[in-house]
């Protein structure tokens, strides 16, 4: 735990960090940038891994996480689109 760490909020594990992500996303109607969901996330947690997480973990599924202008979306996956 960093030493500036607060023991009574510890940051969640990067397998949560990634739910929390996914969720916001998914509440979204519109796409989310990496600072909009930093803010939205516990203080310690890093959006930036947990949205290239994702973006892995979603690679070749039915729906995609991908950039939409500045932000990001889930989209669905352009070969399913039709």
């Given at each position: 735990?960093?030493?500036d760490?607060d023991?009574?909020?510890?940051v969640?594990p ?7 992500v996914?969720a ?6 519109e796409?989310l ?6 803010q939205?996330l516990?203080e ?8 290239d ?9 039915g729906?995609?996480?991908?950039r ?6 889930f989209?669905?996956a352009e070969d399913?689109?039709r």
């Open positions: 735990m960093p030493k760490a023991p009574l909020f510890p969640p990067a397998a949560e960090q990634e739910r929390l996914e916001l996303l998914f509440a979204s109607p796409p940038s990496a600072e909009e969901i930093a939205r516990p310690g947690c890093d959006a930036e891994a947990a949205l997480a994702l973006a892995r973990r979603y690679a070749g599924r729906v995609s996480l991908s939409a202008g500045r932000g990001w979306a989209r669905t399913v689109a």
